[in-house]
């Protein structure tokens, strides 16, 4: 797909590290300015800075994505200062420690729901009516493999990211036809710090943010008549199964 350089915006949520940290960076290293959106102002400028863009072209927004007027507040803001959007990645999620359904509380089963499917849902509903008036434009949705493997103890994620992955077919056929790419990204275990210190785990054998990266600019750049709907990524060597010394 053709963008116009400098000129082209990409809004990366969960920008403030991890995952939505390098896929900052890799769009501002192929041209793109960009909006980074997540919760602490402290992460948020040190991606600013690892993406080497000046302020007028990495707009930074403080946001919580599970108020109710986070996804309004946070499209408004980024369309204010750039006046256009051509790539949305949503990447912020959540989940609590595994839980037993019985177990789990409303607030974090809400919390989940929020910010895994119905914030990406708003702000790829707002992005659709900009990028269609355009005729093109990418929304790239980051889920997880607990959509396929349903985990127990993850049973509120795994609704939540299945749903994510279904939503993605869904809006693809809608929106095909105006130029849009629609597209989801399963990975498997990623070494960030969302995944705590787990002796059973070989952290070497996981995924890097930067092969989720990769992956989102394989669709950027993919052709504008071909759109990848769907890539799983896994990590060549099963980390429960590699050797963790």
């Known amino acids: 797909m053709a963008y116009e350089n400098d000129k082209s915006v990409a809004l990366v949520t969960g920008a403030g590290r991890g995952i939505g940290r390098a896929v900052a960076i890799a769009l501002a290293q192929h041209g793109f300015s960009v909006c980074l959106a997540a919760r602490t102002r402290d992460e948020l400028?040190?991606?600013?800075?690892?993406?080497?863009?000046?302020?007028?072209?990495?707009?930074?927004?403080?946001?919580?994505?599970?108020?109710?007027?986070?996804?309004q507040a946070l499209f408004d803001t980024a369309i204010e200062h750039f006046g256009r959007l051509d790539v949305l990645v949503n990447n912020a999620g959540w989940a609590p420690p595994?839980?037993?359904?019985?177990?789990?509380?409303?607030?974090?089963?809400?919390?989940?729901?929020?910010?895994?499917?119905?914030?990406?849902?708003?702000l790829a509903r707002m992005a659709a009516r900009v990028?269609?008036?355009?005729?093109?434009?990418?929304?790239?949705?980051?889920?997880?493999?607990?959509?396929r493997t349903t985990p127990a103890g993850e049973a509120v994620y795994a609704a939540s990211k299945a749903g994510l992955v279904a939503f993605t077919h869904a809006s693809f056929a809608e929106l095909r036809h105006h130029g849009i790419k629609v597209s989801v990204i399963v990975p498997g275990l990623v070494d960030t710090s969302l995944i705590p210190p787990n002796k059973r785990l070989s952290r070497a054998a996981m995924l890097r943010p930067d092969d989720v990266a990769g992956a989102v600019m394989l669709i950027v750049k993919s052709p504008r008549h071909a759109c990848p709907v769907e890539i799983a990524l896994e990590p060549q060597i099963d980390p429960l199964r590699a050797k963790t010394n």
């Open 45 to 71: 400028e040190e991606t600013r800075r690892l993406t080497d863009l000046p302020a007028k072209r990495s707009l930074i927004v403080l946001i919580d994505l599970a108020a109710d007027d986070g996804p």
């Open 98 to 122: 595994r839980t037993e359904l019985s177990k789990i509380s409303a607030a974090d089963q809400d919390r989940i729901i929020a910010l895994n499917l119905r914030a990406p849902i708003a």
């Open 131 to 147: 990028m269609a008036r355009a005729g093109s434009g990418a929304i790239i949705n980051v889920a997880s493999n607990s959509a």
